[in-house]
């Protein structure tokens, strides 16, 4: 098991596996520790002979390649900051990352470049093809402060559009330790890493494995027949997954044997419903099952043991190492058994806030309560969580109105930009409904006859990913509003049964 050392490294140091042991595995063949070693520093060579100043920012733009796994690693190495994109975005939403972030430097493929249009790369901003990341030189581990930043994620808020996670060296770090610990990773272990890289949970499943010294299998899916067959092809025996795609797995068939070699099931992004815990115990009956909660702003805030997830399948459990987890009330109290409140995260495992965001960073970024055993900065989740008797924490809903879209993070602010943007209705307000697939499916109510649905949904299928389109459209003469003249959203909520 990985002890619980609290002093964190430079994150490129992360790989510390045995020499000869395989570290990651795809189609092309294996890597052992060594040689993703070797090809760490010379990505990271490559990218410090670009001539970008130190903390420039690089974006990578690409599918679960070999490079897009490094680059966490060897960014860093080079004295940069690493900024993954999702690459099931869009060319409008790569082009906000790039700007809002001061991208230097997008790694992408050719036909991933050839979307882009003029004007959606910064000024300052260069492409280089994943071809071209090879070189000779190599660049030894480096020797960065563990408070520098490491990497920008990006995700949504409950307004306007994705905002960058600042995260150091030292949250990266520490926030593998913590998983690989908890989940008793170790270097018999092999990971089928399915969830975007850019997905802070995503990320992780390749920082944790390594440092347990354990094996990355990345795979890029399109269907969840994929999931299966990677399993017996690859031998890999822990899966980390979302709500909706535990549904999607479950509903494809699986041989009894590929069944029996997963031992460990971890799931974020939305709760588990006894239902699916039920489900996944018939399937998996041989894997442990542990229900965890996070944010990126703090990485991750809470787990379940696995022995208590047939006793409490809503739970999502206690603070995880490192973080201190409290429920506070509206006054900064903190809340008994029973009571609902607010989840607050503190500890090191704490961001640096949002990138060039000050006003954002002040809301959700605020001191912790004064009577908080770590102190110092805090994470106001917004979301509201209840502890019973024994400590054991249950997520009740968002405080806000952001939406979780098949384990993403949506802000309806972002969909509602992207339906007015092309003039075919003059008012829009998107909502979340139940859906089984999804945990939350997104319907737009928009102030028109509906005349323009069918543009309306062929530019959006154009602009958005598809977790970002809405299922149908609810129209409306006028849409009703507060007192003050704003958009009634609790209304028009209600009135789906939202």
């Not at 944790?208 to 795979?219: C, D, E, I």
């Not at 703090?298 to 006793?311: K, V």
Request: glycine share 10%; hydrophobic share 45%.
């Amino acid at each position: 098991m990985v002890p619980l050392d609290p002093v964190p490294q430079p994150i490129d140091h992360l790989l510390r596996g045995r020499a000869e042991d395989v570290a990651l595995v795809d189609r092309d063949g294996a890597l052992t520790f060594a040689e993703l070693e070797i090809m760490t520093g010379q990505v990271a060579a490559w990218l410090a002979a670009r001539g970008l100043a130190p903390g420039g920012r690089v974006a990578s733009w690409l599918p679960k390649t070999r490079l897009a796994c490094v680059l966490p690693l060897a960014a860093p190495r080079a004295g940069l900051v690493h900024v993954p994109i999702n690459p099931v975005l869009k060319r409008a939403q790569v082009a906000h990352i790039l700007d809002n972030g001061g991208a230097t430097l997008l790694i992408t493929q050719e036909s991933r470049a050839a979307t882009l249009q003029a004007g959606d790369l910064p000024n300052a901003c260069r492409v280089a093809l994943e071809s071209e990341a090879e070189g000779t030189d190599t660049l030894p581990p480096s020797g960065a402060s563990p408070d520098a930043l490491a990497a920008l994620l990006y995700t949504s808020g409950s307004t306007g559009r994705p905002k960058g996670v600042m995260l150091s060296h030292a949250n990266l770090w520490l926030g593998a330790v913590c998983v690989a610990h908890y989940l008793r990773l170790g270097p018999m272990d092999r990971v089928l890493a399915v969830l975007p890289l850019a997905f802070d949970y995503g990320q992780n499943q390749l920082l944790s494995a390594w440092l347990a010294g354990a094996s990355v299998v990345p795979l890029d899916y399109a269907l969840p027949g994929d999931v299966v067959r990677a399993v017996a092809r690859f031998g890999a025996n822990t899966l980390a997954g979302v709500p909706p795609l535990w549904a999607q797995v479950l509903d494809t068939p699986w041989p009894e044997e590929t069944a029996a070699c997963l031992v460990r099931l971890t799931n974020s992004g939305g709760a588990l419903t006894p239902g699916l815990v039920h489900r996944l115990r018939q399937r998996f009956g041989g894997a442990a099952i542990h229900a965890m909660y996070g944010l990126t702003e703090a990485f991750r805030s809470t787990s379940l043991p696995p022995e208590l997830i047939d006793t409490h399948p809503e739970s999502i459990g206690r603070a995880v190492p490192f973080a201190e987890v409290m429920v506070v009330d509206a006054e900064g109290r903190r809340c008994a058994a029973g009571q609902e409140g607010e989840l607050v995260h503190a500890g090191p495992l704490v961001s640096g806030g949002y990138w060039r965001d000050p006003g954002r960073t002040a809301e959700r970024f605020r001191p912790a309560p004064a009577w908080s055993a770590s102190g110092g900065m805090s994470v106001w989740s917004g979301d509201r969580v209840i502890a019973d008797e024994d400590g054991l924490l249950r997520f009740v809903g968002r405080g806000d109105e952001m939406l979780k879209v098949s384990g993403y993070r949506v802000s309806p602010g972002e969909v509602e930009e992207a339906v007015l943007a092309g003039g075919e209705v003059r008012e829009a307000v998107a909502v979340g409904v139940p859906d089984e697939a999804t945990g939350q499916a997104i319907v737009v109510i928009a102030a028109g006859n509906g005349t323009a649905e069918a543009d309306l949904r062929a530019r959006l299928r154009r602009d958005l990913p598809t977790y970002l389109q809405p299922v149908r459209y609810e129209w409306r003469e006028t849409l009703p509003r507060t007192a003050n003249g704003k958009l009634d959203r609790a209304a028009l909520r209600t009135g789906l049964g939202a």
